[in-house]
């Protein structure tokens, strides 16, 4: 580390300060990704400080709402003539500071300490940085809903399903693909997903099945096919005793929950999330007549 006298120009006005030129100490992200899973939604947060010349920028309260707080240090960044003599004073070695690789600015770094005495150096910080100090870190939380299994049977709960008779289980193939959400504050990202696993049909009298899949829909073109993939059950008896002469169909749909933290420790299984859907329906007994 050396001391030297710099005179910075700007336009007519000479101001002669003096500063110790030092290499930028590195940029580093600290801080945690959190999620949860509450059954309807699934949602990733991440809350992270950079540290820049060891002074730690101060985070605001959200991404959407930001406030800056006071820091110890301000920063501004040299241009021009400025800029140029801190690279030649970093190329000719008068000083330990040294340009970094990539794409970055020279700033001017003015801190200020607890008796009012301020001390100014001039640092490198790369643009892949937060070029931003004053407000490096910040709070984020995203959230993403589930969806309800939008259950389908054939024959459709408008019409009667008849004893002794398959009925053709599904849910809407669209709905059968991963909900993803991501949160990212000051490098640490919380990254969420919602993947679906299985469907458990409780067929209203005391039967359940469970498929692992979301069946396979019904094609009416091909009405005597039993499709690949089909989740299929079997009445063997009426609802005509049952409340209301229905049973009350409900498809579960079992979510597999994970995060995977990036730029902090944390991630794994965040457990199962169910959805369900319920609607009624009639099942009919059809007598055959011997002549």
Known sequence: MRSSRVIWMAGTTALVVSLVIVTSP???ADGTADAWNDGATVGGSAEGQVTTG????????????ASRRPNPCNFSILDGEDAAAAEGFANSGWSSAKEGEGPGKWYRKVCTDEQGQSKGTVVWVADREAVDPMVLAEQAAER??????SANLNPSPAQNQIVNLATLLWIDPAQWQPVTTSASAAGVTANVAARPLRVEWDMGNGDTVTCEGPGTPYNPSTPDVTPDGACLYTYRRSSATAPSG???????????VSLEAEG????????L???????????????????
Not at 246 to 256: C, D, P, Q, S
Not at 264 to 271: D, R, V
Request: hydrophobic residues 40%.
């Open 54 to 65: 060891g002074e730690p920028a101060q985070p605001v309260s959200s991404k959407r709402s």
């Open 26 to 28: 590195p940029v580093l």
């Open 273 to 291: 999330s169910r959805r369900s859907t319920s609607f009624p329906i009639r099942v009919a007994e059809i007598q055959a007549v011997n002549q």
């Open 264 to 271: 902090a420790p944390g991630g794994g299984s965040l457990g």
């Open 246 to 256: 229905a049973f009350t169909v409900t498809a579960t749909a079992v979510w597999e």
């Open 144 to 149: 993403v809903a589930i969806p309800e299994p």
